[in-house]
């Protein structure tokens, strides 16, 4: 199949979440099955490996009455193919996300795409849409580009990663910038709580639409999750999908990670326990291998689950356990954890940044892993932390649902702990069951063997994709 990915970001070349993870994994595992896969994407200012870009071809794209330049470059890595969208106006700037033209700038992010595919001469039987950035390709195909014998019998599917994220703008914009008939909006076919809803005409468009987790995809036909779409989704449901996001297992490695002091995998557990220790002297912990250590790497939203943490703080800090947390986000949360900074020397280490290379180090150093979501789509970093032999703790919402199977003592089967309700109380419970099960070995020893050979690639994902495609 010949496979067409738009998105506004991707590892290793650009990041600010999970999205990067997902676009950078998934198209290499189409590939090992034989698959074409390109991957569109803009050519930020903080955009990695520009030295290994190729300029292709340049052209002009008109949102409205504005006539802008648009240049193509491209590289290859592992058998997939990416192109680079070069605006200096819209994309020369720090960072991704969060200026005042984001819409206009995915707007000609979206034309750009389609427009790629016919300069180029590309062949292809699906185009592949993630979030709100590149949501509205799926109308402008619809209603601009489709008639043309060139982009015939192109099928669309639509991933939602996080339904927060809509893309909503001024009604205005769907005939000043996008070129469509105003009836699209008074219709109703784009908008959504009296403003232009991206997602909303993702959703009603494309063929297909697909969601991160198979929990996730029930979730958000909900009132509670579903952030105002949930009516949306519910009449196209028949063709709404959850499929399980997978981690890059070669990047993920604990026998070959660098950042990590020493590398282990099941047969040389031990080895852990070096890094557990270089970890806590690295981030002003105790250095004592047999204190049970908690990570947590995350941003700091109110998403997370960062509340409840702050909740039970003290109260965690009165058990025998050490915490070390990575992270930045809200300037309010980042207060409020600053204020405690200093009241537990020696057992609690905060870190507000973002450190990629300690973040692996949390993962391949600590015994738990806290992640206790209010909601999450998928999740990464609980598979990550079971890759690394580090056992979650975790809500049951979204993603995290799905990859973490509850411990059994009895059976020893699962693969961490969890809990339903949105609580801190019921969190702190299951910390304690958790850190009753460390004091035993062998159960705890169960527990890493579980969660190291559980098989949370992207293989088993990619053919559900694969099999989703060839229906359509």
């Known amino acids: 199949m010949k ?3 738009a998105t506004s970001e991707c590892a290793p070349f650009i990041k600010s979440g ?4 997902v676009v950078g994994s998934l198209p290499q595992a189409f590939v090992e099955m034989g698959h074409d896969c390109t991957v569109v994407l803009p050519l930020y200012a903080d955009l990695k490996c520009r030295e290994d870009l190729e300029y292709v071809t340049s052209y002009d794209i008109y949102l409205g009455w504005r006539k802008k330049h648009c240049g193509v470059f491209t590289c290859e890595k592992n058998g997939v193919r990416f192109y680079f969208i070069d605006n200096e106006e819209y994309f020369k700037r720090p960072g991704l996300y969060g200026y005042d033209d984001d819409n206009l700038r995915y707007a000609y992010f979206d034309f750009a795409v389609l427009e790629l595919i016919s300069h180029l001469q590309l062949e292809v039987n699906i185009l592949h849409m993630h979030d709100w950035q590149t949501a509205m390709i799926a109308p402008l195909y619809r209603e ?9 019998n192109i099928k669309l599917v639509f991933t939602i990663h996080n339904i927060a994220y809509q893309g909503k703008a001024a009604p205005s914009l769907v005939q000043s910038v996008f070129g469509l008939s105003e009836s699209l909006y008074t219709s109703g076919n784009l908008r959504n709580d009296d403003c232009f809803n991206m997602m909303k005409g993702a959703i009603l468009y494309s063929d297909i639409i697909t969601t991160v987790s198979p929990t996730y995809a029930q979730e958000i036909l909900t009132n509670e999750y579903g952030e105002g779409l949930q009516h949306i989704l519910e009449l196209r449901k028949g063709d709404l999908y959850g499929i399980l996001n997978g981690i890059d297992y070669v990047t993920n490695n604990p026998t070959t990670d660098p950042a990590l002091v020493e590398n282990f995998d099941l047969a040389t557990i031990e080895s852990k326990y070096v890094n557990k220790v270089a970890l806590q002297k690295e981030v002003g912990l105790v250095e004592d ?13 109110w998403q997370k689950g960062v509340s409840l943490i702050l909740e039970q703080i003290h109260t965690l ?4 356990v ?3 947390l990575l992270g930045a986000g809200d300037f309010e949360l980042e207060q409020q954890f600053n204020q405690i900074d200093w009241m537990y020397p020696g057992k609690l280490s905060l870190n507000m940044k973002y450190d990629f290379g300690l973040s692996c180090r949390i993962y391949g150093g600590c015994d738990m892993f806290l992640m ?3 909601f999450e789509p998928c999740g990464l970093s609980q598979m990550m932390s079971m890759r690394y032999g580090t056992i979650p703790i975790v809500r049951e919402t979204g993603g995290l649902k799905d990859s973490v199977t509850p411990y059994n003592e009895f059976e020893k089967t699962g693969t961490g702990f969890s809990f339903t309700n949105y609580n801190s109380y019921d969190m702190m419970h299951v910390i304690d069951y958790a850190l009753e099960m460390y004091d035993d070995k062998d159960q705890w020893n169960s527990i890493i063997e579980n969660a190291m050979t559980t098989n949370l690639d992207w293989n088993e994902s990619a053919k559900t994709y694969i099999s989703i495609f060839e229906n359509i």
Do not use: F, N
Request: net charge neutral.
């Open 3 to 5: 496979i067409v990915m």
């Open 18 to 21: 999970g999205l990067a993870d």
């Open 144 to 152: 601009k580009y489709s008639m043309h014998p060139y982009y015939a």
């Open 289 to 301: 291998k047999d204190i049970p250590l908690i990570g947590i790497v995350t941003r700091l939203t």
């Open 317 to 320: 800090m009165e058990r025998d």
């Open 322 to 324: 050490q915490v070390v």
């Open 372 to 374: 206790p979501s209010l």
